[in-house]
């Protein structure tokens, strides 16, 4: 799945993502974020020719269960999954090169 733009509608449970086979990237962070809004073609540009990358755009904040089993405290945060198991993690990238870096971990 390539770059998807949404936040999911609900965010799946840790138990779903563990078990998820594969890469993935989950991106956590805010609609009205502007930290995430300036990080985001820099997102897009690093997933757009990772067919076999899965995205998962959540949306994060108080009380969301997912993102603070991550413990996740900047937006946006990127965690990078190889078979549910985190290989590599970017806060607030700047630079295309660091997500390119990450993307390297999922090989």
């Not at 609609?31 to 990772?50: F, S, V």
């Not at 067919?51 to 089993?69: F, Y």
């Not at 991550?70 to 607030?92: C, D, H, S």
């Amino acid at each position: 799945m390539p770059y998807h733009a949404q936040h999911l509608a609900e965010a799946p449970t840790r138990d779903a993502v563990d078990q998820m086979q594969g890469a993935t990237v989950l991106e956590f962070g805010a609609p009205w974020c502007t930290h995430c809004q300036r990080a985001q073609p820099l997102i897009e540009e690093a997933l757009k020719d990772q067919a076999g990358v899965q995205h998962l755009k959540v949306e994060d904040g108080p009380g969301r269960p997912l993102g603070r089993s991550y413990r996740v405290k900047l937006w946006p945060t990127l965690i990078f999954l190889k078979n549910g198991q985190e290989v590599a993690r970017l806060v607030r990238p700047q630079a295309q090169q660091e997500l390119t870096d990450a993307m390297r971990a999922l090989a």
